[in-house]
Nanobody, 122 residues
């Protein structure tokens, strides 16, 4: 099983980044794919998920209207389009996969990527 996250980097406040997470080694179509982020000293925070049931999408309140989660089944890849970035979005972003319909906590996911750093300068 492998989740390879990419697309992080340094961006100015108000800018955009698109994160990608390429999955392999499991059945992508029956896994909910999620994005979490973490800053030093804090717990991993749920950001967004694309459920394998009904193609439902979930976003935490702090990113609604700015971030978009999507998935490409042909490429076994999940994306996180991040727009109007703020300094408080600075974190390491992780993608995760799990078989539950949706989970708001890290415990609900079986597989994790290595993380990609997003730094938003103000």
């Amino acid at each position: 099983v492998q989740l390879q996250a990419s697309g992080g980097g340094l961006v100015q406040a108000g800018g955009s980044l698109r994160l990608s997470c390429a999955a392999s080694g499991f059945t992508f179509g029956i896994h909910t794919m999620a994005w979490f982020r973490q800053v030093p000293g804090k717990e991993r925070e749920f950001i967004a998920a694309s459920s394998w049931i009904g193609a439902a999408e979930y976003l935490t309140d702090s990113v609604k209207g700015r971030f978009i989660v999507s998935r490409d089944h042909a490429k076994n890849t999940v994306f996180l389009q991040m727009n109007r970035l703020k300094s408080e979005d600075t974190a390491v972003y992780f993608c995760a996969a799990g078989t539950t319909v949706i989970s708001w906590t890290a415990e609900g996911y079986n597989y994790w990527g290595q993380g990609t750093l997003v730094t938003v300068s103000s």
